[in-house]
C-alpha cells in the first residue's frame, strides 16, 4: 500500500485556506469575521480528517490520500462565510461544512477515473495508485461518510444533499454522453459546469445560511452566487488547463484536453474553425494530438490555443459569470459578508492572471 502524502504537504494545504481568506477581508473592520473564519476552517479541517478515518487501513489511507493533498477549502469556507448572516459558526454550521468538503473530495475520486487524470493536486491521482476499482470505492465511502454526516442535520439538509447528488451525476452524465442533435455545445457544456460544479457551490452557501438560522430571505441571493461563482471558477479552470506552469496548477499543461473533456476554449475554436481556416488548422492539430497519445506537436498546439483568441473568449467569459454572482446577491445586507462574497468572486476569476 502506497503511504499518505508528507504532513508538510498537509499542513501548506490549512496554510492556504487562510491565505485565501486574507484575500477576502481585506478591511481591518472585517478581521473579526475573518478571525472566526479562519478558526472555523481549522475546526472543519479536524472534523473531515476525523471522519475519514477508518479502522480498514487500506479505506483509510485511500480516503484521506487527496484531503492530504491540499486543496483551498473553497466550499466550506463559503459555509462558514454564509453563516454570519444568521448565528455564525454553530456545530451545525461546522458539521454541514465538512460535510459539503467530503461531497466534493469523494467527486473527485470518481472524476478522475472517468477523466483517466494522471495527476490532482500535484500527486497521482488514486487510481494511477491503486487502480480504478479502489479509487471508485473510496469515493462511494466517502459519499457514505458525507451522507451521515448530513443525516445528523435533519430532513432538509438530507434532501438538499439527495438534489445535489443528483445534479452532480446527472452533470458528469451529460458530460460523457456530449451534446445530442440539436444541442448548441457551448450552452451544453455551461449547463454541465451548472451541475457538475454550481451545484455544489450553491448547496455550501445555502448550507450556511440555512444551518446558521439566518433570514431564510437570504437562501435564494447566496444560491444564485454559488452556482455562478462556480460556473465562473470552472471555466478559469478550463484556461488554467492550458497552463504550462505545471508546479502552480497541479497538472500536466492540457491534462483535461487530453483526457478528451471538450473544455470552452476548444468548444469555442470550433465554433471559430467553421469560418477560420488558421482556427481549423490548429484544431486539427489539438485533434491529431489527443488522437496520437505522446505526439511531440501536441504540446505547442495547447500554447498555441492558450494564447488563441478562444481562450481569450473564455476568460471574458469567466469575468461575466462572476459579474452576475455579485449582481445575485444584491438583496443582502449591506455589510461584511457582502463585500467579502463580492471579494470572492473577484479572487476567484483572478486565479487566472
Not at 504537504?9 to 475573518?34: P, V, Y
Not at 500535484?122 to 459519499?143: E, H
Amino acid at each position: 500500500m502506497s503511504p499518505a502524502v508528507p504532513v508538510a504537504r498537509r499542513s501548506k494545504a490549512l496554510s492556504s485556506q487562510i491565505g485565501l481568506t486574507e484575500r477576502i477581508f481585506t478591511n481591518a473592520e472585517d478581521r473579526a469575521t475573518a478571525a472566526a473564519i479562519e478558526r472555523g476552517l481549522e475546526q472543519v479541517e479536524a472534523g473531515i480528517l476525523r471522519e475519514v478515518s477508518f479502522a480498514d487501513s487500506v479505506a483509510d489511507v485511500a480516503t484521506r490520500y487527496l484531503l492530504s493533498a491540499g486543496g483551498k477549502r473553497v466550499r466550506p469556507m463559503l459555509t462558514l462565510l454564509t453563516a454570519q448572516l444568521g448565528e455564525g459558526i454553530i456545530p451545525d454550521v461546522l458539521t454541514a461544512a465538512e460535510a459539503v468538503e467530503i461531497t466534493h473530495l469523494a467527486s473527485l475520486y470518481h472524476d478522475d477515473v472517468m477523466d483517466e487524470a494522471e495527476q490532482r493536486r500535484g500527486v497521482p491521482t488514486a487510481q494511477a495508485v491503486w487502480g480504478n476499482s479502489v479509487a471508485i470505492l473510496t469515493g462511494d465511502l466517502l459519499f457514505a461518510r458525507a451522507s451521515n454526516l448530513i443525516a445528523g442535520l435533519g430532513d432538509r439538509a438530507i434532501r438538499l444533499q439527495a438534489g445535489t447528488f443528483e445534479r452532480l451525476v446527472l452533470g458528469q452524465l451529460h458530460e460523457t454522453v456530449g451534446p445530442q442533435p440539436g444541442d448548441d455545445p457551448v450552452e451544453h457544456y455551461l449547463q454541465v459546469l451548472s451541475d457538475k460544479t454550481g451545484s455544489l457551490i450553491s448547496a455550501a452557501a445555502q448550507l450556511g445560511v440555512v444551518f446558521s438560522n439566518a433570514p431564510r430571505e437570504y437562501e435564494e441571493p447566496v444560491m444564485l452566487f454559488g452556482e455562478r461563482i462556480g460556473v465562473a471558477f470552472q471555466l478559469v479552470d478550463d484556461v488554467l488547463d492550458l497552463s504550462p506552469r505545471s508546479e502552480e496548477t497541479g497538472k500536466l499543461a492540457g491534462t483535461d484536453l487530453r483526457a478528451g473533456v471538450p473544455t470552452l476554449p476548444l468548444l469555442h475554436l470550433r465554433r471559430q474553425a467553421e469560418q477560420d481556416g488558421a482556427a481549423a488548422a490548429l484544431l486539427a492539430r489539438i485533434e491529431a494530438g489527443i488522437a496520437t497519445p505522446g505526439s511531440s506537436d501536441l504540446a505547442a498546439a495547447i500554447e498555441e490555443l492558450r494564447r488563441h483568441e478562444a481562450t481569450a473568449i473564455t476568460l471574458a467569459e469567466s469575468h461575466r459569470w462572476a459579474e452576475s454572482a455579485v449582481a445575485a446577491i444584491q438583496p443582502l445586507p449591506e455589510g461584511t459578508v457582502k463585500k467579502a462574497l463580492t471579494r470572492f468572486a473577484d479572487v476567484m476569476v483572478e486565479r487566472s492572471s
